[in-house]
């Protein structure tokens, strides 16, 4: 059975999450270097994550609504159609996409089984495994296309003027790296 939460009177107040004595001396200087972020640097991180979440969530939703395709499907879709003869080892797609080889495994059977994709040996490597896009699969790409590329424009290009797209893509190339 729950029981109501009482706040502990100690807690009621807002409680500071970040040490700000945790800091260590730079090499070579007695100068210290913060090892936790400031508020503002949290908040920073929080909104960015926020961001983050909010439009990859509306992006998933309006795929699925309109082509029923999940954004991680449409992106091994994009992924496969970039590669050269829109074929990919089983593990480069697994990095293009940021899944792990098992959760890339398990959606390129689901590809595979409506046709979009195709599972064909490495001709170098015996055992190796490359996913091939279909003509079926660069056929549906083209239209959830439409409805992926909308959305990114909508919800992501037009709430930034060109300065700030630059500065996103500088600031995320750094963060990638």
Known sequence: MLRPCSPDPASVASIDVTDTAAQTPRAG?????????????????????????????VLESELEADQQLSLAAYDV?????????????????????LLSRSGVTRLVDRL???????RCPVESDGRGVAARLTDAGLSRLRVASRTHLAGVTRHFVNRLDAADLGALERISRLLAD
């Open 29 to 57: 200087t007695d100068q210290p270097t913060r090892t936790t972020p400031t508020r503002e640097q949290l908040a920073a991180w929080r909104s960015f994550l926020r961001a983050h979440a909010t439009l990859v969530r």
């Open 77 to 97: 879709l994009v992924q496969l159609a970039e590669a050269p003869d829109r074929r990919l080892r089983m593990t480069e797609l697994a990095d293009a996409v």
């Open 112 to 118: 595979e089984k409506v046709g979009l994709v195709a």
